[in-house]
Nanobody, 123 residues
Framework: VQLQASGGGSVQAGGSLRLSCAAS?????GGWFRRAPGKEREFVAA????????YYADSVKGRFTISRDNAKNMLYLQMNSLKPEDTAVYYC????????????????????WGQGTLVTVSS
């Protein structure tokens, strides 16, 4: 399965962006991770295939919303109230099977990765 992320760009603090991730096939868990300059990759949000649950990092909870359209093999990340500290390259990721609920937060438990899309938030 190949993933293609899009939707990044430059916005001012307080603005919004919507990231999209197109998958060439079905994935089970879907997630977004990000890597800020000089920092390690970190978990942002995840969503299982079908049970309606969503998971978020504390730093984005209440501002970001993850969703998916299984019929179109699409994954989305709506980002509102953006802050300069949200500046990063954002990666979408997918799991080829269910590993466990706690594994949604772990980058190593994702089998497929997109190429990343840059989000820059200015103050």
């Amino acid at each position: 399965v190949q993933l293609q992320a899009s939707g990044g760009g430059s916005v001012q603090a307080g603005g919004s962006l919507r990231l999209s991730c197109a998958a060439s096939g079905r994935t089970f868990g879907g997630g977004w991770f990000r890597r800020a300059p000089g920092k390690e990759r970190e978990f942002v949000a995840a969503i299982p295939w079908s049970d309606g649950s969503t998971y978020y990092a504390d730093s984005v909870k209440g501002r970001f919303t993850i969703s998916r359209d299984n019929a179109k093999n699409m994954l989305y990340l709506q980002m509102n109230s953006l802050k300069p500290e949200d500046t990063a390259v954002y990666y979408c990721a997918g799991q080829r099977r269910f590993y466990g609920t706690t594994d949604y937060f772990t980058a190593g438990k994702y089998d497929y990765w997109g190429q990343g899309t840059l989000v820059t938030v200015s103050s």
